[in-house]
Each structure stands twice: as C-alpha cells, then as structure tokens.
C-alpha cells in the first residue's frame, strides 16, 4: 500500500496530542514533519509537546519549530483550556529529543520538495506557518496534494462569537491559506464539536493500554467540552476525514475568511449556496457519524502501545 506523505502543523494542546499519536500509527500514513506554532500555548510549549510526543512513542519523525506570533494579530493563547503546559496531566518526564535547526517554513520547505510524492499538509492549529510558506516559497505548492485542517466553523466561533480558535489566532493567515488555490478540506467545529468522547469511551480507554492511560490523564485536565457533555476531539477529526472521509458528510462551496478589527474578525463565512462566487476553494465538513467516530477512535487506539 502507498502511504501518504503527510505534515501536521499543531500547536499541542490535548487534541492536537490525540492527532499526532494516531498519524504516528495509521498503517497509510507517512508522517514526513511536525511543524509547531504559537496557539494553545507559546511556541516553545507546543514545541516542547511535540517533542514529548515523538519521545513518548519513540519515532522519527522530526519536530521543526514555527512562528512564535500570528502575522498581524497579538498571541491570546487558549491554556485555560490545555492547562499551562498545552498539555498538562500527564508527565513525561524530561525530554532528550531535539527540534530541527531550521525554522519550521524552512523545514517544510524542504519536506515538501524532497518528497517524490505530492505531500498532504494537515494544519490543526493556527496557519500563519503554512501562510508564510505560501508567501515565501510558493513553488512548494506544486508539490501539495491538499490540505486538510481542523479550523473554522460554518456557524457559531468558540472563541468569539463568530470565529473558531485556529482561525481566530492568525486571520490574516487563514485569508492567505484559504485563497492559496490548493484543493482544501475545512473540518470545522459544525462536526468536531459533535465528535465527543463520553464517559462511556473514557472509561474504556483508560484501562485498553498504556497510551489509553495517558489520553485519559490529559483528558482529565482538559477544558474542551466536560465529561458530563462530553469532550471535544476537534483535530483528530482532521485526520479521520483524511483516511475515513465516509465518517462526514461534504459540501464543495467557497469560504471567505474574515479580517479586521470588527466582531466578525476570524470567521469563515461560506457560501453555501454559491450565489456570490462561481468557483469552490474549499470542501466543507456539513456532518459527523458520530457512532463510526467513536468506533474509529477505538480501533486507532488499540495500534497504539
Ligand atoms: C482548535 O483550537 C485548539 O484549542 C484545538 O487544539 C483545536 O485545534 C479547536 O477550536
Ligand atoms: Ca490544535
């Protein structure tokens, strides 16, 4: 089987954790490069999560460090959500692994065109690192197959009422990323919100295994969602509707990233009904099978350790 040639950008946070951990096993899936970003935490953070990640599973899969601040906007970090760490809850113990030498747009320069297959970019976090790449190396385009992210909403924000986190964080970037021209999946909070884990698969998935154990520590101290509703599992579903897109429903249409300093700053506005563009940017996520989520999640833990 040929896998696919894959970099996730993430700021880790708890769900990006739950992202990584999983790309690192799916059997289709060639992990290329983590790049990292200023978002939940600051960027030596989420670095430093990623790091302990790569550590904890003991893979090679190299770790580039990113952007430390949006483009325009200050950094409002979310640790009332990850915790101060981004990923607190569980520890890991000191970390020996090391972060590349380039900056991350660099590495993913270079991941990009080395590869001899077109390459899937999954940002789960703000995009700035991938608007920058855009900016400055736009011939890495020719050698993106797609980009896949967890980011936006196609009603209300979580972060303000109108934006979603990752689109909110760099809004400028998002604009830049939404027009890059690339084919572009928007897996946004109208079916993340829904892709809950319950008490019930948190129970289970504390005594399946060791990393079981683990996630449900970290879920422990996380904000997104609460064990009574159920906790939100936003950027995993990135990497669910990359290698079981039948567990969402899709609708082609063009999204228009807000900017500026209005109460609409952030929000991805699409037009559903396309009565204000002729030509689609994006493929959004309209729906989530909640029940296939969840058995999917399951199956992805058990090849974990
Ligand atoms: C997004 O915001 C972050 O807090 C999460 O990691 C996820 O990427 C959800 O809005
Ligand atoms: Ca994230």
Request: charged share 20%.
């Amino acid at each position: 089987m040929k896998k696919i040639p894959l970099i996730i950008d993430t700021d880790p946070g708890i769900d990006d954790a739950v992202a990584l951990a999983f790309a690192f096993h799916h059997p289709a899936i060639d992990l290329k490069l983590i790049s990292t970003v200023a978002g939940n935490v600051n960027v030596d953070k989420t670095t430093d999560n990623a790091l302990r990640l790569v550590e904890y599973f003991d893979v090679e899969v190299p770790v580039a460090k990113g952007c430390s601040e949006p483009l325009i906007k200050e950094l409002e970090d979310c640790s009332e959500i990850h915790g101060e760490s981004g990923m607190d809850g569980y520890d890991f113990g000191p970390i020996t692994r090391k972060p590349l030498d380039v900056h991350a747009v660099e590495a993913l320069r270079q991941t990009i065109l080395a590869s001899p297959d077109p390459v899937t970019l999954m940002p789960i976090a703000a995009l700035t690192n991938i608007a920058l790449l855009f900016k400055i190396y736009p011939e890495t385009k020719a050698n993106i197959k797609e980009i896949v992210l967890m980011g936006g909403s196609l009603a209300r924000g979580n972060t303000t009422t109108a934006a979603e986190f990752n689109i909110f964080t760099d809004p400028e970037a998002a604009a830049i990323v939404f027009k890059a021209g690339l084919p572009l999946t928007m897996i946004g909070l109208d079916v993340t919100s829904k892709a809950v884990l319950t008490t019930t698969e948190i129970e289970k998935i504390k005594t399946m295994n060791q990393t079981g154990a683990m996630f449900a520590s970290l879920f422990g101290h996380y904000r997104g969602g609460s064990m009574k509703t159920g906790l939100k599992m936003h950027d995993v579903c990135a990497l669910a509707a990359l290698v079981e897109p039948a567990i969402f429903s899709m609708q082609s249409t063009y999204v228009e990233v807000q900017t500026g300093d209005t109460a609409a700053n952030g929000a991805t506005v699409a037009d559903l009904k396309m009565k204000y563009h002729t030509e689609a940017n994006a493929d959004v996520a309209l729906e989530v099978d909640v029940e296939r989520f969840r058995k999917w999640f399951l199956e992805m833990l058990a090849l974990t350790k």
